[in-house]
């Protein structure tokens, strides 16, 4: 089917060049990117189809209002814009025509089907209300309770083995398996896996994996009707991630009827007993376990991996770093809630970890009627809009001529954390839907960090630049390979916990 598809781009191609010769005033005057008659940027698209995220920002780089109109046969005209006047009226002036759109939900509809991330209107109001009993800072409190038995308790022990073997381990595989078990034991009350990455994942796990990689190609897709035509003869990827789904639907099933089984009105309820006690339809239950996995388990992760990547080569900032969590723990003797709170330039680490490689690289809408965005880009009712972090984070004129350097620094105004703009900064999305899970999510990434740099150091086994793979949320291709080496605590000194 892909060969099919490549020899019709051809075929189009050669006939599209052949009267560009004759008329050449058929090439459009918009060379960013390249486009012609019929297939529009189809060409370009295809070429740059396995780095979609540098194509991007490159074009963007290009535009004075930094953004970029992609056209091209086969799929919606988009949008993509690093702008954050722009991403503030896509995702706050204007929210209400900046839906996800039924397009959106027609890519993720077979994975994610009527869950939170995939919804608009009232059914998201409702799932969102629902959520929010989990975030409230009674909630957030009770949470790093669970996190510390998790992280002294399985995580630490782990690592001391493998800093006994001195044998090197995936660490993206590992901070994944981390953040799926909190999800698995929190909000769904259920068994946790195994954290060594060198054994199988659950059934769930792994039909998960595969149906978040194949759903997330089908939105890249050169020509967009491709994935469309597989799912309708039932062959190649869409086969692949149908069996996936069907996979991820009977576990999460079978784990809504155990649940149904066990809860009763006089305990507290976690979120997927309140789910069913909520008087929820079964398949809108599973929909919502689906977004939270999702949500819960992939982005930290991504997060944290690249924190950990991001420091080994840079020596002074991970003195730092060390010093600070060293003083903050001499002080409380373990971390909790307050603690937490206070380690700031762990905080701005993890945000400029972020900046530069977002776990969800970029997010779109589709407009509901013609729009005007603030930099003058007219758009069309059906747009598909994508504002795009990855991008964002590399505009020299957000962020300085500095902007490719990782500068925890550039997070404070003198010792405080400045308050950045979400429009700038849109990691955890802004306005309306706004991540209602961004403070659990700092707690568990500083929490987990704090602790691991704490008592180990951490060495890539290999000094490759990672190659990142956007899938619904972005990845290093191959994970992080990594030595763990025990702190030596006789290197640091003073009040401050300085190392040598």
Known sequence: ?????????????????????????????????????????????????????????????????????IRRLGARRTIVTANPANVEYILRTNFDNFPKGKPFTEILGDFLGHGIFNVDGDLWMKQRRLATHDFTVVSLRDYVTVLRDEVHNRLLPFLDSVAEDSRPIDLQELLRRFTFNMVCMVFLGIARCSLDPSLPVSALDKAFQTASAISAKRGSEPLFFVWKVKRWVRIGSERKLRRAIEEVHSCVRDIIR??????????????????????????????????LIMAGRDTTSAAMTRLFWSITDRTEIERELVSEIMSVKDKTGDFDYESLRKLKFLKACLCEAMRLYPPVPWDSKHALTDDRLPDGTPVRAGDRVTYFPYGMGRMEDIWGKNWDEFKPNRWFTGKVLKKVSPYKFPVFQAGPRVCLGKEMAFLQMKYLVAEVLHRFEIIPAGFDKPVVVPMLTAHMAGGLKVFVRRRDRSRCRGVTGQCL
């Open 1 to 69: 089917m892909e060969t099919l598809a490549l020899l019709v781009i051809l075929v189009v191609l050669f006939h599209v060049l052949r009267r560009s010769l004759i008329f050449p005033g058929w090439k459009s005057r918009n060379d960013l990117p390249k486009t012609y008659p019929i297939i529009g940027c189809l060409v370009s698209f295809y070429i740059n189809r396995n780095r979609l995220l540098d194509w991007y920002t490159e074009l963007l780089t290009k535009c004075p209002g930094r953004t970029v109109v």
């Open 258 to 291: 155990e649940k149904k089984t066990k809860i009763t009105m006089s305990e507290n309820p976690d979120f997927l007993a309140r789910l069913i006690l909520a008087g929820e339809s079964e398949e809108m239950v599973r929909d919502m376990v689906i977004s």
